[in-house]
C-alpha cells in the first residue's frame, strides 16, 4: 500500500502529466487566453457554489487522556459501535477576485450516536467505563483555501493553494463508571458523562486543476497535505477529490466524484489526546457560477 508521500509525489506526476500536454497542445502562454472557450463556466467566472452531499465511510481511532495519562485506543466504529457509513449535506463557494487569486469555503458536519455494553473496561478522560455506556461523536468541518493560478488560459485554471482546514470534534461517553484515582480493588461504580471537546486547525498546501473538455464539461481534481511536529502537536493531513461537473444551462449544472480524507493529530501535553479521522465516499451536488 502507498505510503501517504507516495501518494502525493503520485499526484503531482499525474497532474504535471496532464497540464503539460493541454498547455503545449493549445500552444497558448499564460497571458494568451483561448478565444474558444471565454464563456467557460466556473473558470472563467467570479463566483462559484455547490451544494450536495456526500456518501462516506468512516474510520475513527481516538484515545483521550487526562491525568492519568492518554487512555484507551479505541477504533469508535467497533468499541462504541458508531455506523460506518453516513449521510452528509456538503456546502462549498469560491470567490475568484482576480484572474490567478481566488478564495473558497466548505463546511460539513458528521453526528453519530450509539449505545451498548462495554465486554472489558474503557479509560476516558479520568474516569474508566465499565457497563453500560451512550456515546457521541460529532464533526464539524470548516475549510478555507488561498489558490493561486500558474495557468489560465480559459481552458485551463492550474496552480497551487494554500489554506487551513478547521476539524471541531466532540467525543462523549456517558453510563457506568469509576475515578481511576480510586483503588482498583474497590472501586465505587456510578452513572458518570465526559465530553471532550477538540478544534484542530490543520494548516496544508496543495496543488489543484480545472480543464474544459467541452465549455460545459469540467473536470477537476485537488490535493491539500500536510504533515508536521510543533510544540506538542504531532499531525499529519491529506485530502484529494476528483469531480466532473456538467453544465445544462450557462450558470447550472450537476456534478460528482470522489474524495478521500486522512487527518492524524496528536497531542502529547496537558489532556492529551489522539485522533485519526479517515473518511471517503462518493460526491454529488449541484452547481452555479456566475
Known sequence: MLTHRWKVV???????????????QEKISQNRLDPRFEDTPMITDSFDFSLG??????????????????????????????????????????WDFARKHSIGVTWFSISRASSGLFDESVDFLDLRFVGFFESIFDVDYYGLEYRYSLINNNRVNAGFSVGVSTFDFSVGIEGDAYLIAEIPSNPIVEYHAATADIIAPVPSIGMFIEYAVT?????????????????GYDGRYMDIQFTADWFFTRHFGIGGGIASTDISVTYTGDDPYRIDFRYSGILFHVRGSF
Not at 10 to 24: C, D, E, K, N, W
Not at 85 to 94: A, E, M, N, T, V
Not at 215 to 223: F, G, K, W
Open 10 to 24: 503520485l499526484y503531482a506526476l499525474v497532474l504535471l502529466a496532464v497540464v503539460q500536454p493541454a498547455f503545449a
Open 53 to 94: 452531499g456526500f456518501l462516506v465511510d468512516l474510520n475513527t481511532t481516538a484515545a483521550i487522556g487526562g491525568t492519568g495519562g492518554l487512555g484507551s485506543v479505541l477504533r469508535l466504529e467497533d468499541i462504541l459501535g458508531l455506523d460506518e457509513s453516513q449521510k452528509l449535506l456538503r456546502l462549498g463557494f469560491r
Open 215 to 231: 465549455r460545459r464539461l469540467i473536470l477537476s481534481s485537488q490535493l491539500q497535505y500536510v504533515d508536521l511536529s510543533i510544540s
